[in-house]
């Protein structure tokens, strides 16, 4: 089955410092990937959507300068939290979509990513 | 935008028990999924339904497009089916604020 990957699981950083977060699709290429963000016992609020070789585009609300998305390859994208603070302290979870016939488009969701600022 | 709407946004079951959970949006989809997460957080792809219905083992799905909502079943419910359970409508995945189920041994 399709397997998306994030790395790191967990980060703690000082506030100030910029934190990285990688999320792979390992086992196919993905036409798109999605950033979303989850407040304890919450939904899945949705950051940003990013295609492969093009600028992502972001939710209203969502600062592009605080939240950077690089997406690569078709099997990359990047979240970097600039300039991180306590607010920004949250669990982070990508996913990749991919076509999958009679499925159809078809998202695959990495394991998540538990930020905290100091 | 369009709005999803889960119920009930709690459930506690006895082990062994059935249950159906819904989830309403308000505009017609393209797309629509129901995802379970685990209490580590982890997504995983239940149903791919945005129409019709599917049955995988214990748990089946049905929606019903035209009166824009969809129902999850899930027979002889076990601990381990305890979590939040999610549906998302759309190709941008617009997420219902979920329903948590608690099953009881």
């Known amino acids: 089955g399709a397997v998306v990957s994030q790395h790191p699981s967990r980060v703690i950083c000082k506030s100030g410092t910029s934190v990285k977060i990688e999320c792979r699709s390992l086992?196919?290429?993905?036409?798109?990937m999605f950033w979303y963000r989850q407040f304890p016992k919450k939904s899945l609020m949705l950051m940003a959507t990013s295609n492969e070789g093009s600028k992502a585009t972001y939710e209203q609300g969502v600062e592009k300068d605080k939240f950077l998305i690089n997406h690569a390859s078709l099997t990359l994208s990047t979240l970097t939290v600039t300039s991180a603070h306590p607010e920004d302290s949250s669990f982070y979870i990508c996913?990749?979509?991919?076509?999958?016939?009679?499925?159809?488009?078809?998202?695959?969701f990495g394991p998540g990513t538990r930020l905290t600022v100091l | 935008g369009i709005q999803v709407e889960q119920s009930p946004p709690d459930l506690i079951l006895q082990e062994g028990a059935n249950s159906t959970l819904r989830c309403n949006f308000s505009?017609?989809?393209?797309?629509l999924q129901w995802f379970h997460q685990n209490p580590w957080g982890q997504l995983i792809n239940l149903f791919y339904i945005p129409s019709g219905t599917k049955q995988n083992g214990r748990l089946s799905a049905t929606t019903v497009a035209t009166e824009r909502y969809s129902l999850l079943y899930i027979s002889s419910s076990q601990t381990t089916d305890s979590g939040v359970y999610f549906c998302?409508?759309?190709?941008?995945?617009?997420f219902g604020a979920g329903t948590r189920l608690t099953v009881k041994p």
């Open positions: 998302a409508v759309n190709n941008d995945m617009r």
């Open positions: 505009d017609s989809v393209n797309n």
């Open positions: 086992d196919f290429q993905a036409t798109t």
């Open positions: 996913s990749a979509q991919t076509w999958e016939g009679l499925l159809g488009d078809t998202q695959y």
